[in-house]
């Protein structure tokens, strides 16, 4: 593994609470990355970050909310959970965007939303 | 329409079959075309990239790209059980930024 961890691994929250999924890495790697992954879409982006405080949107952001104070860790947060929001989340990141640097994932965070 | 087509199976072949994983996309300014591999409850690790169009392999692996045509195709040769997995096919404009991914096939590969 590429030294990323993700907490907690699974999570059961009730709607309209607020929900924040961390993401730690240890290989000083400037760019992360939060995707959702649910059956028959794959992987789509939600947010990713350039550097600490620096983030921008993806694909499906609405509802998330991101944050990278350092370099290390990169937090997503739901602010008032939804059912729609149920699915499994996985942090990603890579080295550079000049040259190919491919993504390395966590193991992913398991969050229903009842 | 999605940017990246992929038939998400499931696909069933026994030990020691060819298998052939397919992607089309829509994009023309793709220029890195990944394959990833998921095992369950895992989070995708990189199998191969390939940069612009034409073939690489690695080992059982061989990934080809056919820009004109707008599709990838990943074959795994000898298939082995520990092949068994959901394939991630993945395209991105530069290095890895952004990276789109496909909805992933599902392969089982019975001894």
Redesign the interface.
């Known amino acids: 593994d590429a030294g990323?961890t993700q907490s907690p691994r699974h999570k059961v929250t009730e709607t309209g609470t607020p929900v924040t999924l961390r993401c730690h890495q240890t290989e000083n790697h400037r760019?992360m990355y939060w995707?959702r992954q649910d059956?028959?879409?794959?992987?789509?982006?939600i947010h990713?970050s350039y550097g600490v405080k620096d983030t921008d949107k993806?694909e499906v952001s609405d509802g998330y909310s991101v944050s990278r104070s350092k370099t290390e860790d990169f937090l997503l947060t739901l602010e008032s959970a939804t059912s729609s929001q149920t699915s499994v989340y996985?942090c990603?990141i890579?080295e550079?965007?000049?040259?190919?640097?491919?993504?390395?994932?966590?193991?992913?965070t398991r969050l229903t939303v009842t | 329409q999605k940017e990246?087509e992929?038939d998400?199976g499931p696909l069933s072949v026994p030990e020691g079959a060819i298998v052939s994983l397919n992607c089309t996309y829509s994009n023309s300014a793709f220029q890195?075309f990944?394959w990833y591999r998921q095992y369950s409850?895992?989070?995708?690790?990189?199998l191969m990239?390939t940069?612009s169009s034409g073939n690489k392999e690695d080992g059982r692996f061989t990934a080809q790209v056919d820009k004109s045509s707008k599709y990838i195709s990943l074959f795994i040769r000898d298939s082995q059980p520990s092949d068994s997995a959901t394939y991630?096919c993945?395209m991105s404009k530069?290095?890895?930024?952004?990276?789109i991914?496909?909805?992933?096939t599902r392969l089982f590969v019975k001894a």
């Open positions: 990323i760019y995707y059956p028959g879409h794959g992987l789509r982006l990713y993806g996985f990603a890579s550079s965007t000049l040259t190919y640097s491919p993504l390395h994932f966590g193991n992913g | 990246v992929q998400p890195y990944m409850r895992k989070g995708p690790e990189l990239y940069y991630l993945a530069t290095g890895g930024f952004k990276t991914f496909g909805a992933g």
